[in-house]
Antibody
């Protein structure tokens, strides 16, 4: 079974740092494009970042320079390092597999992990 | 950045109704347009990819059309399990962007 499981969310003060993890099973993180998407409370989906198989990355303007996406191949895990956190970063964070055969639609999603940035 | 605009933001419909949701891109995105369904408290689910292709396992009452800048998602006969929020997304150019969502509610 293909599965993504996020972890690492929690309550953090503004200006702090947090690292989210996305453990994959049934798929290999380094042979897939992998993405992070977030959803603020009561709001819509916001795309955050993508890590391409070549190791290159793209980010939303709202997180560029503060967030870094990476992967650990032996652990088959995707990460999102979040620095200089702001109240507006409060959201449920999902990782997702980007299906190359589906014109980059996201066909496998984790259950999400909640990040709350508050003093 | 490419802006995605969905309409309407919400709609009320009855079981059996035909429902259409529109999505417009601020520039041409070819067919790099996908539709997702999200139910409360759950992760999104891919329904349609490349504008017109049905994701495996998704009922055939869902269909998509369009290319370039204008796209639609149609549910031919609304079922009780279809009441949810629907999002379009473009992956033509980074940053990839979502529409603001369309909430489909029970009339």
């Amino acid at each position: 079974e293909v599965q993504l499981v996020e972890s690492g969310g929690g309550l953090i003060q503004p200006g702090g740092s947090l690292r989210l993890s996305c453990a994959a099973s049934g798929l290999t993180v380094n042979t897939n494009y992998m993405s992070w998407v977030r959803q603020a409370p009561g709001k819509g989906l916001e795309w955050v970042s993508v890590l391409y198989t070549a190791g290159t990355t793209d980010y939303a303007e709202s997180v560029k320079g503060r967030f870094t996406v990476s992967r650990d191949n032996p652990k088959n895990t995707l990460y999102l390092q979040m620095n200089s956190l702001r109240v507006e970063d409060t959201a449920v964070y999902y990782c997702a597999r980007v299906a190359l055969g589906s014109w980059y639609g996201m066909d496998v999603w984790g259950q999400g992990t909640t990040v709350t940035v508050s003093s | 950045d490419i802006q995605m605009t969905q309409s309407p933001s919400s709609l009320s419909a009855s079981v059996g109704d035909r429902v259409t949701i529109a999505c417009r891109a601020s520039q041409s995105i070819n067919m790099y347009l996908h539709w997702y369904q999200q139910k409360a408290g759950k992760a999104p689910k891919l329904l349609m990819y490349a504008a017109t292709s049905l994701q495996s396992g998704v009922p055939s009452r869902f269909s998509g059309s369009g290319s370039g800048t204008d796209f639609t998602l149609t549910i031919s006969s609304l079922q009780p399990e279809d009441f949810a929020t629907y999002y379009c997304q473009q992956t033509f150019g980074a940053p990839w962007t979502f529409g603001q969502g369309t909430k489909v509610e029970i009339k």
